[in-house]
């Protein structure tokens, strides 16, 4: 959902008080278009759309998200009075290539996966390292890329972390974690060990999180927790220090997911332009 708040946010920001560049121009009926200067994953449209309606721009949307467009391609025509045009490009070609740089990256990240590891290739997932105010934003176009947003929030899972167990110790954290959570919530750890995996996986534990883990490491865990009994009832999450040029090798370990900051922080923005048009 995008609020009407966020929108008079994102254009005061813009805007300010003092608009004289957009005003330089008398104002008048006119046409534009936004089109892609390089080969991509699109993303952000439905904030673009929604900025659009809030400034009275008619449009028509020519691509959806997580369509693949090749540069030169339109992704929207417009008409409108030439000041509104003005005001919204630049936070509308922001938007749109900040996030179809992140679905653009994911779709990489996803490929790779996909090929080394078929039908049984993990999950590539987001983490929390995102940017403040546009969190969701960022989720939709890993989505859009083909990846797996992960948690939203703090409030979507429980996790836990390093920390927890330093202080609590395992057992009694997850215990307490059990206590007061939903029976509707999954609970994650995170393992630094194959100790802590194992112990994770004996107590209950819906998914595991390895921490820094190499694909040798990952693998042993698999095949004890398949001796035991135990692999078919956990969720196994690798995350933590994986370069791209490792994802092949971790892909066929048998993890389930691959969380990566990296498909939203590494992700380079996309060339997007706006031309008005007679």
């Not at 534009?32 to 673009?48: R, T």
């Not at 008619?58 to 540069?71: L, R, V």
């Not at 938007?95 to 049984?120: C, M, P, Q, R, W």
Request: aromatic share 6%; net charge negative.
């Amino acid at each position: 959902m995008i609020l009407q708040k966020e929108i008079e946010h994102f254009l005061e920001e813009d805007l300010r008080e003092d608009d004289v560049s957009c005003t330089l121009v008398k104002n008048q009926n006119v046409n534009a278009i936004i089109f892609v200067k390089e080969d991509c994953v699109v993303s952000g449209l439905e904030i673009a759309s929604a900025i659009f309606d809030y400034m009275k721009i008619t449009y028509k949307q020519k691509k959806s998200p997580g369509d693949f467009a090749k540069a030169g391609d339109v992704l929207y025509e417009l008409t409108g009075d030439s000041v509104s045009i003005l005001r919204a490009e630049r936070l509308v070609l922001n938007f749109i290539s900040h996030l179809s740089g992140i679905a653009t990256n994911t779709a990489g990240y996803v490929k790779i996966v996909k090929d080394a590891a078929g039908e049984n290739a993990p999950k590539i997932a987001a983490t929390r390292k995102t940017t403040p105010g546009i969190r969701k934003y960022e989720k939709k176009a890993v989505l859009d890329g083909g990846g797996d947003p992960h948690r939203q929030s703090l409030s979507d899972m429980v996790m836990i972390k390093d920390n927890h167990i330093e202080i609590m110790g395992l057992e009694q954290a997850f215990n307490e974690a059990k206590r007061q959570t939903s029976f509707s919530k999954k609970i994650e750890v995170e393992a630094d060990t194959k100790e802590q995996a194992m112990k994770a996986a004996e107590i209950g534990a819906d998914i595991i999180l390895l921490d820094n883990m190499t694909p040798d490491q990952i693998r042993d865990i698999v095949i004890l927790l398949e001796q035991k009994n135990l692999r078919a009832r956990v969720l196994l999450e690798a995350s933590g220090g994986i370069r791209k040029e490792e994802l092949k090798e971790y892909a066929v370990t048998g993890i389930d997911v691959i969380s990566l900051s990296a498909v939203t922080n590494d992700a380079e923005w996309i060339d997007i332009g706006l031309d008005i048009v007679k």
